[in-house]
């Protein structure tokens, strides 16, 4: 069974920056893929990153220059950094686990207001 659980979510001002880290326990973690879903209340689910195995790494372009993804094998974490935060990115964030099946994490929330 493939358990994540995320942190570092909050309130945070627009333009500002947030940390989000995930920890993957069961499962093959340094063979996953690995990515950050985010939902907006009334709007669907979308992936704003992933990273395979090999470090590669892909955003869409809402966050393209501002949000880095990044794995640590050694600890079984992935992270989410997001810089000059919008308004807009207001959404639950939720981290992704694939290697044959998917598992999602139950998700953080990230509020960006003034």
């Known amino acids: 069974q493939v358990q994540l659980a995320e942190s570092g979510g909050g309130l945070v001002e627009p333009g500002g920056s947030l940390r989000l880290s995930c920890v993957v326990s069961?499962?093959?973690?340094?063979?996953?893929?690995l990515g950050w879903d985010r939902q907006a209340p009334g709007k669907q689910r979308e992936l704003v990153a992933s990273i395979t195995l090999s470090g590669s790494a892909n955003y869409p372009d809402s966050v393209k220059g501002r949000f880095t993804i990044s794995r640590d094998n050694a600890k079984n974490t992935v992270y989410l950094q997001m810089n000059s935060l919008k308004p807009e990115d207001t959404a639950v964030y939720s981290c992704k686990y694939t290697f044959g099946s998917q598992y999602w994490g139950r998700g953080t929330q990230v509020t960006v207001s003034s």
């Open positions: 069961g499962g093959i973690f340094s063979l996953a893929t």
